[in-house]
């Protein structure tokens, strides 16, 4: 690992799907590092390749072409089983409906993770409990996903991103299932996850929430169109003492 | 994902849709069930098999007289007095796979005690014959050497003579006469039930040979020594076979029978008879044996049916786990302890249900069933393997599912 090393390096990222006799290009020649400790927001509209690219830097996809470091280390050509390990290890996952497990306790769904991860189970509490316990939700560790609302659904899938220590947390619409007040509540701890040194990527296309972010990165086309600072950053308001784990 | 966790999933995950689990494993269940009564009822009745052997007799044969042929017109059977105590001698002393060989002749007597009387067979015999036929003296005690020389006025009794006579006063120690003789009753004979045939084997009475000789039957068996028949016990079923042979060839040895000429006796080998019923019970019991692997196989695939249904509905939980780093390995593993729990705990009840039914049979038709823990062992073993045949292909289906298309499912 170089010594300033990005988290994230892409080289000329390509991807293309054959969709019958078409071959769709969905990502065109995307160049790019991420700072370690960055917070960045992918801007797009619908069918620019932000997607694409997401499921890329998620290690959900392989690309065409390019190449892709992940912490120094080239996934680009990892085969199906070592993504999964690379995924479990290195990338958390916030989506936009949540994707928590129904009928299972919020300390369960963030504890399956671990469970992949092959770490015993008694461990598997402790740091479940202190993740929940990160995002504000020890009091609702054995309630199921219906039992709790939006906003606390969308905490424990934070506390399930953040579980396995990753260097990335990617986050795919993290509000749009939410209401503005909530909303604001979830971006505002990513900004207590981001100050505790985790590298946050959001992908949203609402400009209030790519406003918490240092960086936008703007897509269209499959292309990189726009790569800016964030000027006028929107400062956390409301002390949310959120506290990333370890 | 220890295996412990997949397990517990996969409870979860039945448990969450427990009627259509229950009608799932419904296949599995019945041709379990199944199995396990069909073997029982199969054991049953080959068991009771052995029992009727055992009880004339295991490796016996029986030899008879011939019957006489004068210039043409033939009498009946044992007509002839072909066969004798020395014939029972030369067999035990001359055939090595011979135990024992039992000289025995029969005949009625009206047998009164009190004011009751009652008319049955006795036969005349050695204590041979209590071997040969596996017939232990319940109660009291067999006759004695001296007993069997001298020819004792003494008597073994059947069950069913016993109750016609002597209700409920001890008839060990008793005297009782046969027809007009008196006799004391020095003990009772096991119990052995109806003959294959459905005679009363109990109700019959034993005295030795020569008193049956001197002061009951007396006619046709007063002169010489020879029998009615002659019990024949082998030391093992395998020396049957070439010991008919020996027998026969010794009996006409016996009889100097020129090699043109008729056997003027008869030997008989009840086990082959039984042993051809058995025979069709075993035919019977593989028959309905397959009718429940025809089950089992249609159990499998209603969970090959099920899990498929059950991989799609779950199609964005599969993205999610695959999301947060399940490898395809740990997807198959679940969707396999899944299949697989369904149709061992189907196996489970099909066991219950199978002990039960096997139950209700025995008591509802009266036949006999016995449970035997191999085919419990098997069939839950068919169960286990069928869960993993049909449980392969819909848990590699979900193993082979895209990540980001999983996800997306709606």
New interface residues.
Partial sequence: MAANCAIVRVEGLARNYTVGPQVVHALVGVSIEIARGDFVAVMGPSGSGKSTFM?LL?C??SPSGGQYDLDGEDVSRMS??KL??T???KVG?V?QQF?L?P??SALANVE??L????VP?RERHRRAARALDAVGLSDRAHHQPSQLSGGQQQRVAIA?ALV?DPMLLLADEPTGALDTRTGEEIMELFVALNRRGITVIVVTHELEVAQYARRILRFRDGELIADEEVEGRRLVHGANAAEAPS | MTPLDAIMAALKALRLNMLRSILTALGIIIGVAAVIIMVAIGAGAEARVEMIIRSMGANLMIILPGSSNTAGVRQGRGSRPTISEDDAAAIRSEIPSVHSAAPSIRGQAQFIYGNLNWQTQIFGATRDYLDAREWPVARGRAFTDDEIRTGAKVVLLGKSVVDSLFGEIEPIGQTIRLDRVPFEVTGILQQKGQSPFGFDQDDTAIVPLVTARQRLLGGRWLSGRTVGSIHVKFRNPESMEAGERQLRELMRQRNRLRPNQEDNFQIRNLSQIVESRAETTRVMTILLASVASVSLLVGGIGIMNIMLVSVTERTREIGLRMAIGAESGDIRRQFLIEAVTLSLIGGLIGIGLGIGGSHLVADLAEWPVLIEIDSVLVAFGFAAVVGVFFGFYPAHKASRLDPIEALRYE
């Avoid at chain 1, 469970?115 to 092959?118: K, T, V």
């Fill in positions: 499921n998620g959900l996809d199906r089983d999964a390990a995924r479990n290890r996952f989506f994707n497990l009928r299972m399956l993770p469970a992949y991860a092959r189970r399930r396995n």
